[in-house]
T-cell receptor, first 115, second 115 residues
Framework: GENVEQHPSTLSVQEGDSAVIKCTYSDSASNYFPWYKQELGKRPQLIIDIRSNVGEKKDQRIAVTLNKTAKHFSLHITETQPEDSAVYFCAASRDGSSNTGKLIFGQGTTLQVKP | GAVVSQHPSRVICKSGTSVKIECRSLDFQATTMFWYRQFPKQSLMLMATSNEGSKATYEQGVEKDKFLINHASLTLSTLTVTSAHPEDSSFYIC???????????FGPGTRLTVL
């Protein structure tokens, strides 16, 4: 079945450093890849997403890259700040009105940014 | 962005009782809603896809007679945990799909504790 693998499970960086989280997916028909940030006890918040027709997308300190051939995508956070500390989830799904749109989530990465 | 509410935010019940959780899209119509369960320090596990006016589609391993889903209108889906047991204690989160694309917005979650 569909599967998304996410690494690393935990990541600790110094404030100001960059953080990279990687995911691979199994369903070659997946074409929508969102990233969520979840703080303890709260809802996942969409921070950035990418569709399969582009290879990279950037929003201020956050960027996502997609390699369709290798079926992997990555989240890059630059100039990390303590408030970036949270659990990050990647996900994959099939876009479009003919698909259910269900998201398959990775296992999550706990990011700790040390002041 | 789109707003999704969930009620109640927290519920404690006795073993054997049933609990109903509501998920509402406040400022948009959602033809598709999703229900997830999240155990501590784990990822979101999709339980079922809820489509307005039709039966929900359950993921493998999720008991449809135990987790009753009703999506009676374009703004409301409900999840009823029937005959709850301590192992059903978890964080239940709904999400709503917006429009043609697969962007999903999550509710704040419901913390269920079964004694």
């Amino acid at each position: 079945g569909e599967n998304v693998e996410q690494h690393p499970s935990t990541l600790s960086v110094q404030e100001g450093d960059s953080a990279v989280i990687k995911c691979t997916y199994s369903d070659s028909a997946s074409n929508y890849f969102p990233w969520y940030k979840q703080e303890l006890g709260k809802r996942p918040q969409l921070i950035i997403d990418i569709r399969s027709n582009v290879g990279e997308k950037k929003d201020q300190r956050i960027a996502v890259t997609l390699n369709k051939t290798a079926k992997h995508f990555s989240l890059h956070i630059t100039e990390t700040q303590p408030e970036d500390s949270a659990v990050y989830f990647c996900a994959a799904s099939r876009d479009g009105s003919s698909n259910t749109g269900k998201l398959i989530f990775g296992q999550g990465t706990t990011l700790q940014v040390k002041p | 962005g789109a707003v999704v509410s969930q009620h109640p935010s927290r519920v404690i019940c006795k073993s054997g009782t049933s609990v109903k959780i509501e998920c509402r899209s406040l400022d948009f119509q959602a033809t598709t809603m999703f229900w997830y369960r999240q155990f501590p320090k784990q990822s979101l596990m999709l339980m079922a896809t809820s489509n307005e006016g039709s039966k929900a589609t359950y993921e493998q391993g999720v008991e449809k007679d135990k987790f009753l889903i009703n999506h009676a209108s374009l703004t409301l889906s409900t999840l009823t945990v029937t005959s709850a047991h301590p192992e059903d204690s978890s964080f239940y989160i709904c999400s709503a799909r917006v429009g043609f694309y697969n962007e999903q917005f999550f509710g704040p979650g419901t913390r269920l504790t079964v004694l």
